[in-house]
């Protein structure tokens, strides 16, 4: 194989290489001059619609987390107003207990409005208001932003109002979801369910309710008592402790004496 001239030592060869060199040079600061044009042509273009998108971001977080504030104060004002309303009516007095509700039943937080709603139907239920209590009880079931206990709450006492003028089976659709062990209303709408199926006379599945509410231990003791007399009318054994039963009618018994006696105390004055 031929071995290739040395031109290390060739001026010409020399000369083409040094040239070579400066073109890249050369080639290399055009494109870094044209890099750093273009940048800021571009900074120029759009430098101040990128400050206008940086200034107006800032400005509107600003504003959400002003007007977050602003919602938060307004929950918490609202919350103490509906917290003196329930005092008011615990203290027995429902005219003042209503002027500090009424405001609320339109707030736009459902936490506060829809307990608002619930007192004002309670108050007009107490007063024998049935007309407007049934229409309050009914938007409550129907606002879908309030909490499933309260809607179920407002179904409930929308049922206990109506029941006399409804039928067997609609009481029964729209009861049976809470009429099951664990729910939070199950001793109510449990018993309003079985009513119901005696209505329909089907005590088989009217017996075997009453006993589960007898059962209930979170249920009260006088509704406990007079389910477990009713389940066993319908042939159904509701009784499984006899000393707990023993122990509830002495209860139930210590509660009606002391009635009877705080009853004639005040009669007495």
Do not use: C
């Amino acid at each position: 194989m031929a071995l290739r001239p040395d031109r290390s030592n060739d001026p010409a060869a020399k000369k083409v290489a040094l040239e070579e060199a400066r073109q890249d040079v050369f080639l290399r600061e055009v494109d870094e001059a044209v890099r750093k044009d273009q940048v800021a042509l571009a900074a120029r273009r759009y430098g101040k619609i990128a400050l206008a998108v940086i200034v107006l971001g800032l400005a509107g977080l600003g504003g959400y987390l002003f007007w977050q504030s602003q919602q938060h104060a307004k929950a918490e004002a609202e919350s103490v107003e509906l917290t003196l309303a329930m005092d008011r009516l615990e203290g027995n007095q429902p005219d003042q207990a209503l002027a500090k509700a009424r405001p609320l039943t339109g707030s736009q937080f459902a936490g506060v409005r829809v307990p608002a709603q619930l007192l004002e139907a309670g108050i007009a239920q107490g007063r024998g208001e049935t007309v407007k209590a049934v229409k309050l009880y009914t938007a409550i079931a129907a606002d879908e932003d309030a909490a499933q206990p309260m809607r179920d709450l407002a179904t409930l006492r929308l049922v206990l109002l109506q029941f006399d003028t409804m039928k067997p089976e609609d009481v029964i659709a729209k009861l049976k979801p809470m009429a099951e062990p664990g729910h939070a209303f199950f001793p109510s709408a449990a018993e309003l369910v079985a009513m119901a199926y005696v209505e329909q006379g089907k005590e088989n599945l009217a017996g075997p309710l009453f006993a589960e509410i007898a059962r209930d231990k979170n249920a009260p003791d006088a509704l406990r008592a007079r389910a477990r007399q009713i389940a066993g009318l319908m042939g159904t054994d509701a009784i499984d402790d006899v000393k707990e039963v023993v122990d509830q009618i002495e209860r139930n018994s210590a509660a009606r004496q002391a009635a009877l006696q705080q009853a004639a105390q005040q009669a007495g004055q």
